[in-house]
């Protein structure tokens, strides 16, 4: 049985290592539940990490499991922020409270709907599902990224995927950044588009950064 003071910790694990650190008090500094020794007995118990001196490393079924559990609370934080314009400090405490009651089947449901994002809304990797490699799906995206627009069709921008902030700077330079309609006139060899009162030309690599929520 793993409960939801568990899962906290196979994150907290994660996100350590992500960060450079598997050191007992790296992992506690991330855990938002405090890392007693029952919790990390009782992980040891059911093989989800390892200990060796003081570094906690996850196993591979615990790698498994955290992955999973790390990759609900991204998309429930880009589901927050884009579908519900949540700003992302309330997005973080919300997106905490339903990560653990979504389930597998739902979570690729909303990934899909969100257009397969890579990026959480605070720039971390969301470790992509079985639904990011399928060309087919039952969804139709809600976000896209603005590539994937016909030429013609206009979008608003729900988000930008990159974590370069000259380019972002950039980009918010032309007017470009979340919130802002955009109408699409063209795909290559440069992506041109009308922005506010201007029109852009952006390399297509650049533009793909630019997710979009589609308007009829
Ligand atoms: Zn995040
Ligand atoms: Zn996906």
Not at 21 to 41: D, N, R
Not at 103 to 128: K, N
């Amino acid at each position: 049985m793993i409960t939801q003071q568990m899962e906290e910790v196979l994150e907290a694990v994660w996100t350590a290592k992500e960060q450079g650190g598997t050191t007992w008090k790296q992992v506690a500094s991330m855990a938002k539940v405090s890392l007693t020794f029952e919790l990390i007995k009782s992980l040891l118990d059911e093989h989800l990490i390892e200990q060796k001196d003081e570094h906690l490393n996850l196993t591979p079924g615990g790698n498994e499991l955290a992955r999973e559990i790390i990759r609900r609370h991204r998309l429930a934080e880009r589901l927050v922020m884009d579908v519900l314009g949540v700003d992302i400090q309330e997005a973080e405490d919300n997106a905490c409270e339903f990560e653990h009651s979504l389930a597998l089947g739902v979570t690729d449901s909303i990934c899909t709907l969100l257009g397969h994002p890579t990026r959480c809304p605070h720039g971390h990797d969301i470790p992509e599902g079985k639904c990011c490699n399928q060309a087919r799906s039952d969804v139709k995206p809600l976000v896209l990224p603005l590539t994937a627009l016909d030429v013609g069709g206009t979008g608003r921008i729900a988000y930008i995927n990159t974590r370069n902030f000259p380019r972002l700077q950039k980009l918010s330079a032309f007017g470009i950044s979340p919130g802002v309609t955009i109408k699409l006139f063209q795909k290559s060899p440069s992506v041109v588009l009308q922005c506010e009162e201007t029109q852009v030309a952006l390399e297509p690599e650049i533009a793909r950064d630019i997710y979009v929520r589609q308007q009829e």
